[in-house]
């Protein structure tokens, strides 16, 4: 993930809309994301906390392994 460049006028913007104290890294992706991330390479789950597709591979996975 790339965070755009920011001015202190951008930051206390974004801190006006969302609680930084409640988040891991202080910030949430899925919460006003535009105003301060610039790219995301690779799985959005991830960035938020649960790499779904991940998750989803190793279920899958574990599913076949248990079949009879």
Known sequence: MTFRPLKEADIRQYLSEVNPLDKAGAYAIQEKCDSIV???????TNVIGLPVERLSEQLESWSMARRP
């Not at 610039?38 to 959005?44: D, R, V």
């Open 38 to 44: 610039e790219k995301i390479a690779g799985s959005l």
